[in-house]
């Protein structure tokens, strides 16, 4: 059980063209989903907490216009990298749970390349 | 300032023998600490949660400490194998309720065999 989908795998594409990513719990509803970016050899880096049906809050210094997060609904969370540019490339995983103290499930996350 | 940290970038140990991975944490004061594991590519994978007033949480050859007086978490796994080779992540929920949970740097081990 507790298996979050994250699609797509890895997106290649120009400078300028705005990437959604999609990430979905499949078998349990999420209240809340995390979106994290992550760089080669480094932790995670939490950009931004969402909870169903209200908005995303960010962490310090993510610009909220340049990444858009709709958790419209329990199962479905999804950001999109606004006008993407080179320093936007990156590995970006997102996570979901439930209430409570429980663990956070992760996605297998998005390569994103921009060129 | 709050930080997290993990020992060693790299951990390598012989296949067989129980590895041990180290987290500290300064300026935090966590409800919740949580273990994952990080193959390359891939999302982090839930290992372990131990609460704030539990001492010692296991799960088959897996066993995570808690102490919150030294502010440190130490990470067991008993037999290791290669297949246990991977990147492991301590991650930190303070209380309030906020559900922020920060991540630390990762130990790579490497199990030979």
């Known amino acids: 059980g507790a298996v979050v989908s994250q699609h797509p795998s890895w997106v290649i594409c120009k400078s300028g063209t705005s990437v959604k990513i999609e990430c979905r719990s499949l078998d349990f509803q999420a209240t809340t989903m995390f979106w994290y970016r992550q760089f080669p050899k480094q932790s995670l880096m939490l950009m931004a907490t969402?909870?169903?049906?209200?908005?995303?809050?960010?962490e310090q210094g993510v610009e909220k216009d340049k990444f858009l997060i709709n958790h419209a609904s329990l199962t479905l969370s999804t950001l999109t990298v606004t006008s993407a540019h080179p320093e936007d490339s990156s590995f970006y995983i997102c996570?979901?749970?439930?209430?409570?103290?429980?663990?956070?499930?992760f996605g297998d996350g998005t390569r994103l390349s921009i060129l | 300032s709050q930080k997290i940290e993990q020992n060693s970038e790299a951990l390598n140990i012989q296949e067989g023998k129980t590895a041990t991975l180290t987290c500290n944490y300064t300026n935090y004061s966590p409800a919740y600490l949580q273990w994952y594991r990080q193959d390359p590519g891939r999302g982090p994978v839930f290992l372990l949660l131990i609460r704030e007033n539990e001492k010692e949480k296991r799960k088959e050859r897996l066993k995570v400490t808690f102490d919150t007086t030294l502010k440190q978490s130490l990470f067991h796994i008993t037999a290791s194998q290669p297949a246990d080779s991977a990147t492991y992540l301590c991650?930190?929920?303070?209380?309030?309720?906020?559900?922020?949970?920060?991540f630390g740097t990762g130990t790579k081990l490497q199990v030979i065999p």
């Open positions: 996570s979901a749970r439930s209430p409570g103290p429980q663990p956070q499930h």
């Open positions: 969402s909870n169903e049906g209200s908005k995303a809050t960010y």
């Open positions: 991650a930190l929920e303070e209380s309030g309720g906020y559900q922020k949970v920060t």
